[in-house]
């Protein structure tokens, strides 16, 4: 018996904690919370000033440092850094197992409520960049291909670069902890990731990902409402709201204590057999011919148009005497960004805890290549049989839409369908364990957070964040639904986009320097007098033997 069993459950949670970040992050959160039920105007206030702040200084910074950080995971996928690996150690887990982790935990949950929704938007609102009609034949490509952009490379790429660093620095040297300050290591020094700096970093890392997690818990916990209400008439309203959180909560927390290979693997491995089927289903039963060249045209038009959708400000002629131009940038794209960025502490840190021992290449294409893949066929297939009910008179969605708001596209599309109960009783099934997978993986996450990087926090500590995010995600769907989270997201992950950069830029500084440098030579001056490097150099160099 270890010498942490001694001290029984409540012994070792507060052994384990680090408790600045613990108590920062924890004091944050609960104190929002308080706050909302005091003065639930006053956070609505605060909330919408925050976001106008943050879309009105930050939205270029995002667009720009989520396409560099697509760029560099390309870079690492074909180019020669990508054979370094994470430790020396061999995989812990089958690459099907790893992938379906990494997929589950990292942002399905949105997959999942967006697929069916969001094109319809964007039919109904085309893009400023793309001069099209709205509710066109056009439109139907660009919905769909704009729904691509959105969910294929940019958002899986802010996760797979924090994963990437925060592995690589913590099982290839000694003494670093699996942590998110961790990916700093060479910014910060490796010698001080107990200081001040890597303090900080971890604690907006738990600010962070609480409001990312609990926005994502609040859309997967509205669809599922919404569901009831659709399809039986039952209207739990705010009290309700709460009660079906609390309950999935609870569900999602006894995953979570069975820990990753009993709990997050086998749900997650789940998870994508039943997103399979649900995908292939509804391509056989859905306007099979049209998804098909559909979606061959939108994935097309997604790689060409690529670099002027990750950088579309709505600046200049664009957006001349057009503020929509911007306001439609900054509630789609901007949005999105934050989102992704919001998770990308807890999903790094997740795919760093399962990617030990598989290459930075493996762990890269499997980010941004392999799930994308997946999630492709999906919003082709899901959203194409969307905008395609939609425009041709098979069924009204937007109507829908405009009455129970967006979680309900998922639910209205499938009646449509023969065997529609089926299809829905099965989509509701998905929403509900992606909820688990996303919430348990995220709470095991900030749990390492908050103890200074164990791999395996104490079941209190996993409970307490558990019942933390569920009760912010409640509270954020009560107070605004859809728009309170989108804002709220933006707030937290706005800001750490640059901690995202420090982490580019600190992997390009340690591969440079220990796998050889790409574009400079070995021995190029980039200050100062080439020549007097050498002479430095020569005078460094012991002399030679005269024999």
Known sequence: MSASDDLGPFGRFREELDPVVFLFGATLTVGLIALYFINPSGVQTGIDIANGIMNQYLNWALLLIVFLVVVFLLFLIVGPWGSATLGDEPPEYSFFSFFAMLYSAGFAAGVVFWGPTEALFYYDSPSPLFDV??????????????TLFHWALPQLAVFTIMGIAIGYFTYNYEHIPLRVSSALAPVLGKDNLDGVGAKVVDIIAVFATIGGVATSLGFIGSQFITGLDYQWGIDLGSTGVILVVTAMTLMFTLSMVLGVDKGIRRLSNFNMILFGLLTVTTFIVGPSVFLVLLGTQAVGGMITDFVSMSLFTGAGAMGAGNPEATEWMN????????????????????????SKGRTVREVAFTGIIATSAATIPWFTVVGGSAVWAQHNGVTDLLGPIGTHGEAVAGYALFEAFPFGSVFMIAFMILVTTFFITSADSSTLAVSMMTTGGKASPSSINRIFWGVVLGMFAAILMTLGGVNALQSAVIITGAPFAFVCLLALLGLIKEFGSNHGRVVLQERTTLFGSPGDADQTSARKKPAADDD
Not at 139 to 145: D, G, I, K, L, T
């Open 133 to 146: 009609s709205a509710g066109s034949p056009e439109a139907m490509v660009v919905a769909v291909q704009q």
């Open 331 to 354: 509630a789609w794209t901007v949005f999105y960004w934050a989102w992704a960025l919001s998770w990308s502490p807890f999903a790094g840190l997740f795919i760093a805890r399962i």
